[in-house]
């Protein structure tokens, strides 16, 4: 079973930065991508960001690319954590903010995440 556990949000204003962190413990695959996703209210839950455990591989939706950085934590006291840097944040990047530890793409820009692996999620208000 794994479990995950997202952490880093809260309130901002627009053009402020902050990181989110995913830990997940638990029957990881190191060959699987981590993935971040977002939902706001009165919307569907959309693809953010994802990459490879051992941090190659990073991919971005359209509308964060060039202000989100994924990145995978390389400590050994920090294994199996991803972070999402995110900067130049407007209200429209508010949402619910979940990290599925196997996600993958279906066709181009199609993303899911296993069932059982996703977090809580973790709240981003950008005020303007």
């Known amino acids: 079973q794994v479990q995950v556990a997202e952490s880093g949000g809260g309130v901002v204003q627009t053009g402020d930065s902050l990181r989110l962190s995913c830990t997940a413990s638990g029957r990881i695959f190191s060959n699987t991508l981590v993935g971040w996703f977002r939902q706001a209210p009165g919307k569907e839950r959309e693809f953010v960001a994802a990459?490879?455990?051992?941090?190659?591989?990073?991919?971005?939706?359209d509308s964060v690319k060039g202000r989100f950085t994924i990145s995978a934590s390389s400590r050994a006291d920090a294994k199996n954590t991803v972070f999402l840097q995110m900067s130049s944040l407007t209200p429209e990047d508010t949402a619910v903010y979940y990290c599925?530890?196997?996600?993958?793409?279906?066709?181009?820009?199609?993303?899911?995440?296993?069932?059982?692996?996703w977090g809580q999620g973790t709240q981003v208000t950008v005020s303007s």
């Open positions: 599925n530890a196997d996600v993958w793409e279906i066709n181009s820009g199609t993303w899911y995440g296993s069932n059982d692996f």
């Open positions: 990459i490879g455990w051992s941090g190659d591989n990073e991919f971005y939706s």
